[in-house]
């Protein structure tokens, strides 16, 4: 099963800078060149690009190879055109990400014989079977040849094989060399030949000769090895690079580039002077691609590029089909993973790590979604963003510090009688006996405590002490079922400590709480698989967008409001450091005792981010959410994120003005006048300053 990010849209007026287009096109190997030619190349000046596109099979329709121009403003597609005429939409074809292996651990990527270059399959049967088109599956004279060389040494050596025996060996039979084995491989070939067609066998053959390993997968056919080797396509090799990989079947250990580049030289020009003996090529074009260096990859591409994602797919996958079908049914599956997004989330989390700790002890996994859809679009499991491995944004389960608390004030604002706003909690010294334990006494981050203060302004400052008794009136057991409510699917330890963040949860339990936050109050399950395609192209299944209505619109509402705050002026109103001052975003900061994690969840008007950055020995980081992850979120975000958070008053909501020192109704131009959001009927009851209003 292959998998893809989503594939790029292009249309005037979509959001992608220049360079962005540029980085979207080196993932998915287009060369670059002066003037485009061929599919999957490029030429760019400046925000000017000439595109040749691949063309790909999408689920449903097809989008052609063409050679397009696209002109780019700052941030901004200008115009599209192809043959002189205007393109209204434009999909390139997905970035490959992956894909779901067989446990034997063969890989390839299929291609057919019409499809690989001529020049390439004519170097194979001038290299390795000459006969190939006349033989009926064994060649006389190559066994009289190899039975020669068996008699010089004494032993067998040399097989003589052709590609029909040699595909057999490889599908059917033991690397053993043994007469009898021989036999079979012979009389296989033969009977292999009269079921199949000549070119059904080459092409066979062109998918499944293997042509080395990585690690425990062993890769298998050309169009593998092209983009293993050289991160480039099949049909896209030079003749200097086909000449290599037809030169390793001899011995993919032996000549293998990357470990022996010398020996493959000397190989590669053995070849290509067969290729010029047999016609091929000639020699002028021999003699070009003599001078040619291997032009390797500078590291391997094969590997899943970007695992942490690839495992939140894999899991999802899993769940819902059998291993067997997922490794060998062919599926094409269709993500909404986004490169661009994931290369801004990496480079943030990068420097900001290698700014607080060059040592490499902490750790960080940060989870991006399209909170209007519930697709997770970019996705970091750990410090080394390319390395699989332990998934911190899915399997790290840590206390979540004050990221809990929006939870307790959205269950005092469904109950608008009680609770509004302007509600005057006190943030002061309290003890709570548990039953089994011992006394439970929160304290003030800055250990301090603060009186009578509003609700709005206790959670943009995040007050332990004014929370956690706004805890208790509210009811533990209702703070833990709004978390549920919420998206929280992970058990809630139902004590007075929840209320600070108790208990353990991972990256994507916040997100999925956040989510629902910031998509109004409705739930919407996490998702990163958008389509399923079988072997054919035909569409087995598509992930539709779902949600349901979890919490009060009004009272999102109201909590929204307070955590626009928190970025104003409260615990998060250092991301205006990385962010333009007149971007609204609303967010939480999240601190654990003694600095062992450092939290941060927000969003803006098109993306949701929540990171976390920790030690795996859950030591001290010394880190608060706004000295650690606050700083990865808010670089992500002010490069990522094209929209402000648009603020959109609800029905049953009305403002109205109020004294921030008091909570008391008041009129524009009063001292401390504040305009805020009321659900309707909950506005406050006692009135200063009249004379404006």
């Known amino acids: 099963a292959k998998v893809y990010a989503r594939p790029l849209d292009l249309y005037v007026g979509a959001e992608v800078a220049p360079d962005d287009l540029a980085y979207e096109l080196q993932v998915l190997g287009y060369r670059k060149v002066t003037h485009t030619r061929a599919p999957g190349q490029v030429a760019r000046n400046r925000s000017r690009f000439e595109i040749y596109t691949r063309g790909f099979e999408f689920a449903g329709e097809r989008e052609p190879a063409r050679r397009v121009l696209v002109e780019l403003g700052p941030t901004r597609v200008q115009s599209i055109s192809s043959d002189g005429r205007g393109v209204d939409l434009m999909r390139l074809d997905p970035v490959q990400i992956g894909g779901i292996y067989p446990s034997h651990g063969e890989d390839r990527l299929l291609v057919r014989l019409e499809d690989a270059p001529e020049t390439l399959w004519q170097t194979l049967l001038a290299v390795e079977d000459r006969d190939f088109y006349q033989h009926w599956g064994f060649s006389i004279s190559g066994i009289a040849r190899a039975a020669y060389s068996n008699m010089r040494s004494g032993q067998v050596v040399a097989g003589g094989s052709t590609i029909t025996q040699q595909l057999v060996k490889n599908y059917y039979l033991t690397p053993e060399r043994t007469l009898v084995r021989k036999l079979k491989e012979v009389i296989m070939a033969v009977l292999l030949e009269l079921h199949y067609e000549k070119d059904q066998i080459l092409e066979s053959y062109i998918n499944e000769v293997y042509l080395g390993q990585e690690g425990p997968r062993a890769i298998h056919g050309f169009a593998l090895a092209a983009r293993h080797y050289f991160d480039t396509p099949l049909e896209q090799l030079g003749l200097h690079q086909q000449a290599l990989l037809v030169g390793m079947i001899k011995g993919p250990s032996l000549y293998n580039p990357q470990r022996n580049p010398e020996r493959a030289l000397a190989r590669r020009n053995v070849v290509l002077d067969v290729m010029v003996e ?45 291993e067997e079908d997922l490794t060998t049914l062919g599926l094409s599956i269709f993500t909404a993973f986004d490169p661009i997004l994931q290369r801004k989330l990496e480079q943030s989390t990068t420097s900001v790590l290698q700014q607080l700790d060059k040592g490499g002890e902490m750790q960080s996994a940060s989870i991006v979604t399209r909170f209007d859809s519930g697709e997770v679009a970019a996705l970091v499991g750990g410090r080394r963003v390319s390395y699989a491995g332990f998934n911190r944004a899915l399997d790290a389960r840590r206390p979540a510090g004050s990221l809990l608390k929006p939870a307790v004030y959205l269950t005092a604002l469904e109950r608008p009688r009680y609770y509004s706003l302007a509600s005057v909690l006190r943030d002061t010294p309290l003890s709570i006996t548990v039953p089994g334990s011992d006394t439970w006494q929160p304290r003030n981050f800055d250990r301090k405590a603060h009186g009578d203060v509003l609700l709005y302004r206790a959670l943009a400052n995040s007050y332990n002490l004014a929370t956690a008794r706004l805890g208790q009136e509210v009811g533990i057991d209702s703070v833990a079922d709004m978390l549920r409510r919420l998206g929280v699917e992970r058990p809630v330890p139902e004590v007075p400590a929840l209320t600070l963040g108790a208990g353990e949860y991972s990256p994507m339990d916040m997100t999925a709480m956040y989510q629902t936050i910031a998509s109004g109050g409705f739930r919407t399950p996490l998702r990163s698989i958008r389509d399923i395609v079988d072997a054919h192209g035909e569409p087995l299944r598509r992930y539709e967008l779902q949600y349901d209505r979890g919490v009060s619109l009004q009272a999102v509402y109201l909590l929204q409001y307070a955590m626009l705050h928190t970025m104003k002026e409260g615990t998060g109103k250092s991301a205006y450091q990385y962010l333009p001052g007149d971007m609204l975003v609303a967010g939480k900061t999240g601190t654990t005792n003694d600095g062992r994690d450092s939290w941060f969840a927000g969003f803006s008007g098109d993306l949701l981010t929540v990171s976390w950055v920790g030690r795996d020995d859950n030591g001290s980081t010394g880190l608060t959410g706004s000295s650690g ?5 808010a670089r992500f975000m002010a490069s990522a994120s094209q929209r402000s958070l648009v603020y959109n008053m609800p029905d049953g909501v009305q403002t109205q003005w109020i004294d921030s020192s008091n909570g008391f109704s008041t009129g524009k131009g009063c001292p401390n006048a504040t305009m805020m959001p009321f659900i309707k009927g909950s506005e406050p009851d006692r009135s200063t300053c009249l004379l404006y209003t």
């Open 278 to 322: 047999q016609g091929v090529i000639s020699e002028e074009h021999a003699l070009v691609a003599r001078a040619m260096p291997l032009g390797l990859n500078s590291a391997p591409r094969i590997r899943d590029t970007f695992p942490a994602y690839l495992d939140l797919v894999r899991r999802q996958l899993r769940r819902e089909y059998r």
């Open 629 to 633: 992850a606050l700083k990865i979120w």
